[in-house]
């Protein structure tokens, strides 16, 4: 093992056992009865009206990870979810692993992303999730300096990869309160500088709506991060690659 890479383990293993806040969002401590519904990859056109008619219907918000690859093609559509009540965050310029990309970049892909999304979206940026959710100290440092928080997750919906629909439900609905959801109004592809392969098909509307009323039954409402950020204390853990 390298003496760099001794030193990363080492930062890594105190960040956990201090319980620093150097990790990424993992939920919210809250005796709300909310969890976090989020979604990543977007704006698309047709998911993402969909799901926003979804939300609609029941009353319930959502934080949407946008990617500017997709924003700069359809900044119409991204005004439709800051208009519906919608909190935006950014997921990337694009979705290539940042891990992948040279460390010098990161600072100025951080800022300028940020700065970029506030102007289309007229509104702040708070929150940033890595694609693939892969990130390094190098990322994480990026990222903050850049003045956003790393957000990662714990249920998924699993609507970027062909499964059961019973399977879908039964790993959503996994959350308890102060949980933070996985989705995907979008699925990251060329246009997005990666290839990922056919994209699932799956009604997504009628996904969200069967998450909605599955929580609902469990007594939890679907709010946007931000909105459960601020009933309790978001719990960060350290997860990075080395």
Excluded: C
């Amino acid at each position: 093992m390298t003496a760099l890479r001794r030193l990363r383990n080492r930062a890594v293993t105190a960040v956990r056992r201090a319980g620093s806040p150097l990790g990424s969002v993992m939920r919210v401590r809250t005796d709300a009865p909310l969890v976090a519904l989020t979604f990543d990859d977007g704006p698309v056109d047709g998911d993402t009206q969909k799901i926003l008619a979804a939300l609609g219907d029941a009353g319930a918000t959502a934080t949407f990870f946008v990617l500017l690859s997709r924003v700069r093609r359809n900044p119409t559509l991204l005004a439709e979810v800051v208009a519906a009540g919608h909190e935006i965050a950014l997921h990337g310029q694009d979705h290539r692993r940042l891990t992948d990309l040279p460390p010098d970049s990161l600072g100025s892909r951080m800022r300028d992303g940020r700065a970029e999304l506030e102007d289309a979206a007229g509104v702040p940026i708070h929150w940033f999730r890595p694609p693939y959710g892969v990130q390094n100290l190098r990322v994480w440092r990026a990222t903050r300096a850049a003045g956003m928080t790393p957000v990662l997750w714990g249920p998924t919906l699993a609507d970027w990869r062909t499964a059961p629909t019973e399977e879908r439900l039964r790993l959503a609905l996994q959350g308890e309160r102060g949980a933070i959801i996985l989705g995907h109004d979008g699925f990251a592809d060329a246009v997005d500088g990666v290839d990922d392969g056919p994209a699932p098909v799956l009604d997504k509307g009628g996904l969200v709506d069967a998450v909605i009323s599955g929580y609902a039954d469990k007594g939890l409402r679907l709010r946007s991060l931000g909105e459960v950020a601020a009933s309790g204390k978001p719990v960060r853990e350290a997860r990075f690659t080395r």
